[in-house]
């Protein structure tokens, strides 16, 4: 009957969102792990007799936050025979103030279940690869997580904040077993070092998208480059099953038996980021020459605006940066961001400025000097890029920037105006 209640709980939780807690604290605290309670384990024993765990493992889709893959666990009553995938991605593009939170990173997620062959049917519908990894539990640890997923459950207890690499589907399943484990989960996978990045799993995942790839080369700040070890590279399903499958529990394998269910017939996500630093150099130095050629056309107009757009889509995306670093919950990994040195509030003044650089007015002297000290800053934000203590991997970044804030500030004062030509003739 309790499993029936908790598959109920779930159900209903797919109705929608409502009122939850603010943040990641859920409303009554969790049930006491195993060993906390010998009266408590033999009944958890006994209850986990007939259960088993399951860990599925879901291959990338095609929206943007598809690409990095899902990931469900699932119970499975022998007696009942109720199957239940426990899911923690559940969110809603029409709750209230959805993009306000997305922009804060406050967005709000909970957890729901469905039967699961019909969950899986689901993916398999959207051509994704299925793994499949039964768990090696023992009856009281089965029995302690269906306590816990049942208190997850809850109406007060399934909401949380979801963070892109510190809180979301894939590591609350994480955090579920570690806790069922007793934390033996952490320290296996803290002390496991890992090759990878926030920054180049990002890069690796959103290759295909460039817009997508491109706003999360300049959001990423220095954090985004701190190297992982597995309980961080957890974040995506895909490591967090890679790592599961090699983990001990009480001397066994943790995965008891292992399997692809399902493949996709899609072209697979590469196994390294992209190096585009050709590319962005390229396109740095292009449009510098085109400012240079251009300088002259129509009597400075088109550079006028050409100057303007490019230091008017640099100061929007430098305010951005800036609010996300400062007043966001992206801050962790939007913080400490070099970009900001070459792309920030300052360029929108630039912005409003350089149509009268050509001037001897005061607007005019300041469009020449905003142009220089733009060009400063970005020339000190590639010199820190190969500082240690200052290093991050937004190198791509600045070989597009650089050049273009080089030559505004190279031709700024030699374009000369309509009214001083009149002049000398």
């Known amino acids: 009957m309790r499993t029936r209640s908790v598959l109920v709980a779930f159900v209903v939780g797919l109705m929608g969102c409502g009122a939850g807690p603010v943040d990641n604290v859920p409303a009554t605290p969790p049930p006491p792990p195993p060993g906390a309670s ?14 088993e765990f399951t860990v599925y493992t879901y291959g990338p889709g095609d929206a943007v936050f598809e690409r990095f893959g899902h990931i469900a666990l699932a119970m499975r009553d022998s007696v009942t025979g109720e199957d239940v995938a426990f899911n923690w991605g559940m969110f809603d593009f029409n709750q209230p103030n959805f993009l306000g939170r997305f922009l804060t990173g406050d967005t709000k ?30 009856p009281t640890q089965r029995g302690a997580l269906y306590d816990f997923l049942a208190w997850n459950a809850q109406e007060q207890n399934k909401y949380y904040r979801y963070d892109y690499y510190r809180d ?28 990878h990045t926030w920054r180049d799993e990002t890069a690796r995942i959103t290759a295909s998208d460039l817009p997508v790839y491109a706003g999360i080369e300049i ?29 001990s529990a009480g001397g066994d394998r943790l995965v008891r038996s ?23 150099a390229l396109l740095g130095l292009g449009f510098a020459a085109v400012l240079f050629l251009v300088r ?11 100057g303007v757009t490019w230091y008017a889509v640099g100061g929007v995306l430098g305010t951005a940066l800036l609010l996300a670093a400062t007043v966001t919950k992206h801050a962790p990994y939007m913080g400490s961001n070099l970009s900001l040195l ?20 005061r607007v005019g002297r300041a469009a020449v000097a905003l142009a220089r000290i733009i060009a400063v800053f970005a020339v000190l934000a590639m010199v820190l890029l ?17 050049p273009v804030h080089l030559m505004l500030a190279l031709i700024a004062p030699a374009v000369p105006s309509a009214l001083s030509r009149a002049g000398r003739n």
């Open 38 to 51: 010998a009266t408590l384990d033999s009944a958890r024993a006994t209850r986990g007799e007939s259960l």
């Open 109 to 138: 997620y909970w957890m729901a279940g469905y039967r699961t062959d019909q969950f899986n049917a689901a993916y398999r519908g959207e051509d994704r690869t299925i793994r499949r990894q039964v768990l090696a539990l023992t």
């Open 168 to 195: 979301n589907c894939s590591t609350r399943v994480r955090d579920a077993l570690d806790w069922v484990l007793g934390g033996t989960l952490k320290t296996a996978f803290s002390t496991t070092e890992g090759h």
């Open 219 to 247: 959001a990423l700040g220095r954090n985004a480059d701190a190297h992982l070890d597995a309980w961080g590279e957890s974040f995506l399903p895909e490591r967090l099953a890679h790592h599961l499958a090699s983990v």
């Open 258 to 280: 292992d399997s692809v269910i399902f493949t996709a017939q899609r072209t697979p996500l590469p196994d390294v980021a992209p190096t585009r630093l050709l590319a962005a």
């Open 296 to 306: 002259g056309v129509a009597g400075g107009t088109l550079l006028s605006v050409l």
């Open 342 to 361: 070459a792309l920030n509030p300052l360029l929108l003044v630039a912005a409003a400025c350089w149509p009268w650089r050509t001037n001897a007015s």
């Open 386 to 402: 190969h500082v240690p203590m200052f290093a991050q991997g937004s190198m791509v970044v600045m070989l597009v920037v650089l």
